[in-house]
């Protein structure tokens, strides 16, 4: 079994529309990380959590939202979609005081 | 602030040749050094580390880099290149529990 997991993989919404995408995983880690992935840019940072009640802004959490439900789950939700958020996003975690991260397998986001 | 550059979005090896992916950084710490490696449609995975200690790192797959603090370089090597190698390679500094990735370098491998 994948030891960090993401829902939807794949997920096509229409611009004002909210979603959400969801993140678990089973490392145990207290370190939880929202990326977002675009042709030429490489991974950005949109949010992250050292912690349940630990919630940090990334480079990019501008029309971006987060909730840590428990250590093991990690959400990030669009409130109002728009095509400009149209990315693969990527879920990691990392051990505490561990640089190493290790990534989920994408959530590819279109929005028309 | 950290920072890293990727020099070349693309490269293209024929199989069989040397792998030489560069990666230049910055960092205001002692920095951690990453390289991811990205399979179509797959997330990333990790390649090799530097921490501490010994400079030449080795990976999985046949990789290794070099960490050069004079020259603020942290190149990825393969002797011999193979069709599976065919990917997209990202660099990243860490600190602070935090990672910053270059814009990636697509490695195609030539028959």
């Known amino acids: 079994d994948a030891d960090v997991t993401q829902t939807p993989r794949n997920r096509i919404t229409k611009t004002g529309k909210r979603i959400m995408l969801e993140c678990s995983q089973t490392k145990g880690h207290d370190r939880m990380y929202w990326y977002r992935q675009d042709p030429g840019l490489g991974l950005r940072l949109i949010y992250y959590?050292?912690?349940?009640?630990?919630?940090n802004k990334g480079e990019i959490s501008d029309g971006y939202s987060v909730s840590r439900q428990a250590q093991a789950k990690f959400s990030l939700s669009l409130e109002s979609a728009i095509p400009n958020q149209t990315a693969l996003y990527f879920c990691?975690?990392?051990?505490?005081?561990?640089?190493?991260?290790?990534f989920g397998p994408g959530t590819r986001l279109l929005v028309l | 602030a950290q920072s890293v550059t990727q020099l070349g979005s693309h490269v293209s090896v024929s199989e069989g040749a040397l792998v030489l992916l560069r990666c230049n950084y910055s960092s205001s710490v002692p920095p951690y050094l990453f390289w991811y490696v990205q399979y179509p449609n797959q997330g990333l995975q990790l390649l090799l580390k530097?921490?501490?200690?010994?400079?030449l790192v080795k990976g999985i797959n046949g990789f290794e880099a070099e960490f050069k603090k004079s020259e603020t370089s942290f190149h990825l090597t393969k002797p011999s290149a193979h069709m599976s190698d065919a990917a997209e390679y990202f660099c990243a500094v860490g600190g602070n529990e935090k990672l910053t990735f270059g814009t990636g370098t697509r490695l195609t491998i030539i028959p």
């Open positions: 530097y921490t501490t200690g010994a400079t």
């Open positions: 959590s050292f912690d349940v009640k630990d919630i």
């Open positions: 990691a975690t990392s051990a505490q005081f561990q640089e190493t991260q290790y």
